[in-house]
């Protein structure tokens, strides 16, 4: 079997996640070749022959140019399956090489079992086993389900950046703007969810954080609402935290909030929904309305 | 200018899920339904475009059995003109590949500007629709908006990347975009509004007419997943398990 792993080269650096599709390709036994975007003089750890298009004429992300690059690889190497992280990059990607590739897609696996694919389902309350029904697949992996594999030393080959595309331009970035906070630098954190039901219901939370000298934090609907501002988001769209203690009210765990603090130290969550999945990381699981539990909680701490 | 928006009907997250009895899918009974989060943020963006240029026909579809028509009406009512269901009681294997050929077979005499869907649907995530429809069609395609302006037969837009970063992005109609959360903030429908939507064209296709190509990833089997961490759970009255729990952290050290 072999595999054709495309790698993401962001800000300077292969990004980790590459080596996480390493140790998959590890993991099923397969052969693997890799392809990037990137300068022609990266080095990746990786035992294996490295496409590199340069990416001074590739210029900044165009899916259809980075698509008909990959598909060129594809043709000279023949791979049963083409595998990206399931990331803004991976998502974006995968489905446009799966329909000219004439390949079905499997998007965000996190295991393998000896007949196929797992992937999660219904916010991670269930799985599927699936497999796919053309010999060969596009497949997106779930960023952190395999832990990466960095070894050896590559060969690279650079491919020319002989395609373009007039449809799609692009036109900057444009990065969150940071205020006081950093949660990053913060031992405990309280953060607030959908669950808190209404910006009125912030105050309860926050009291929490107060009375525990912790920072508030938030999950994105609560952002997105304008309930709390942007800086307080954890997760894979806002900040990536490690806290000594992290206090989630209202937080189903998402995997895209959970990848924000899954590391953290120590976490409580509190959730009227005994199946939410942040019991999956939860080291207290207080199964409660947090309308009712928090401030009692508050009130004890304080006295 | 001609838009279509693509909204899917998926379960309220916070039901409790079990295998259904074939062992592909969830039980299906004693669900409620709603519009998929992303795809409400779609509508409410086309909704404000036909506000803003006037001379915009917004037609709804939606793929499933006879209750997804509840989700179009309720698009109906949010402002769109009018609804597409294409009727699928065995939605039952249909891959994503299936369910974009279905949407691009529909589409492809209709001379759509601009056809929005969700990012990703609640339930499945796979992220593949949207980007798999403008393949098909041959069209411009931009994922994961998170803002959206239209100008001079262009849209600009900003798609999300990770931690915080956007790119701005200008694409030629037509064009493709999947919502991401937080698009926009999407209205309630007023009273009149849900009366009017009533009224409002909704057609129905079987699905037989739009879908001729096998899938392309199959399901051998849905299971419930085995809990990993086994985590101290609290039950009870707020009161003694507030004690518990600063018990806890009290023996751990950590307040
Ligand atoms: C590309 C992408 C990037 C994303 N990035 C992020 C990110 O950076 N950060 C992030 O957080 N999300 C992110 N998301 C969104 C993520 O998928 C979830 O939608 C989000 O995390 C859900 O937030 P939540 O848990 O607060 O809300 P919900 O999922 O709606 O959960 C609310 C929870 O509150 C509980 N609840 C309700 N009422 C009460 C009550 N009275 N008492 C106690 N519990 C109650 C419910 O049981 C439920 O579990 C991203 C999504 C995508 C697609
Ligand atoms: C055994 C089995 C049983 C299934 N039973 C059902 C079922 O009963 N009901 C059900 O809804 N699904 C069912 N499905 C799943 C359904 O076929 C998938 O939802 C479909 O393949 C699309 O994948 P997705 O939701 O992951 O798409 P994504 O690519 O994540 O969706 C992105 C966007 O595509 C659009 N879209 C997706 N689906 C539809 C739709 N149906 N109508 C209109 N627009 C849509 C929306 O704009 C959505 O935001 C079943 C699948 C299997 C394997």
């Keep these: 079997m072999k595999l054709l792993l495309v790698g993401e080269y962001k800000n300077g650096n292969i990004d980790d996640s590459f080596y996480e599709l390493v140790a998959f390709a ?119 389900a395999f832990a990466p594999a960095k070894e050896g030393s590559a060969s690279v080959e650079t491919i020319d950046v002989d395609v373009a595309d007039e449809g799609l331009e692009f036109t900057g970035f444009e990065v969150v703007e940071k205020g006081g906070v950093d949660l990053t630098k913060a031992e405990i954190i309280v953060s607030a969810g959908r669950g808190v039901g209404k910006k009125e219901n912030i105050e309860i939370v926050e009291k929490l954080a107060k009375v525990l000298g912790a920072e508030l934090g938030a999950s994105r609907p609560v952002v997105d609402a304008g309930w709390l501002p942007q800086e307080r988001q954890v997760g894979t769209t806002g900040q990536t935290v490690a806290p000594k203690l992290y206090v989630a009210c209202g937080i189903s765990g998402a995997i895209q909030h959970l990848a924000g603090m899954k590391k953290s130290n120590f976490i409580v969550a509190i959730n009227k929904d005994k199946d939410a999945p942040i019991s999956e990381v939860a080291d207290v699981f207080v199964v409660a309305d947090l309308l009712e539990f928090v401030p009692v909680l508050t009130e004890k701490l304080s006295s | 200018m001609n838009v279509l928006v693509c909204v899917k009907q998926v379960p309220d997250m916070e039901s409790k899920f079990t295998v259904s009895s074939d062992g592909l899918w969830y039980d299906q009974s004693d669900l409620t339904y709603k519009i998929n989060e992303y795809d409400e943020y779609a509508v409410e963006e086309a909704v404000r475009l036909k506000e ?71 339930d499945r995530g796979s992220a593949q629709v949207g980007a798999l429809v403008a393949e098909m069609l041959g069209m411009n395609c931009v994922t994961t908006i998170v803002d959206f302006e239209y100008a001079d037969g262009k849209v600009n837009v900003k798609r999300e990347l990770e931690g915080g970063i956007k790119a701005k992005v200008t694409a030629k109609l037509p064009v493709v975009l999947t919502c991401q959360l937080g698009l926009n903030t999407v209205r309630y429908p007023t009273l009149p509004n849900i009366m009017k939507a009533k009224r409002k064209e909704l057609k129905e296709f079987d699905v037989s007419e739009f879908l001729n190509v096998d899938p392309k990833v199959i399901t051998l089997k849905a299971f419930v997943p085995e809990k990993k961490k086994g985590g101290i759970v609290l039950e009870g009255a707020p009161d003694e398990i507030a004690d518990k729990l600063i018990n806890i952290l009290k023996e751990k050290a950590i307040i």
């Design chain 2, 52 to 122: 803003k240029l006037g001379d915009v026909t917004i037609t709804v579809l939606s793929i499933g059995p006879d209750r997804v028509k509840e989700a179009i009406r309720k698009a109906l009512a949010l402002g769109a003109d009018k609804g597409a269901h294409i009727k699928d009681d065995e939605a039952h294997l249909k891959d994503p590949f299936q369910i974009a050929t279905i949407i691009a077979n529909y589409a492809k005499d209709k001379n759509f500007d601009i056809i929005f869907t969700g990012m990703q649907s609640e």
């Design chain 1, 26 to 144: 590890g993991k099923l036994g397969a052969e693997a070749v890799a392809f990037f975007v990137a300068p022609t003089d990266i080095k990746p750890e990786f035992n294996g022959k490295v496409y590199v298009a340069d990416v001074e004429k590739a210029k900044e992300y165009n899916p259809k140019v980075h698509r008909d690059l990959i598909l060129k690889v594809a043709e000279k190497e023949n791979p049963d399956y083409i595998v990206l992280s399931h990331s803004s990059y991976g998502w974006d990607l995968a489905p446009r090489i799966a329909y000219k590739w004439d390949a079905g897609q499997i998007s965000e696996i996190v295991d393998v079992d000896n007949d196929g694919f797992v992937v999660p389902f219904c916010n991670a309350k269930l799985r599927r086993l699936l497999k796919p029904n053309t010999g060969k697949a596009v497949l997106t992996l779930q960023s952190g």
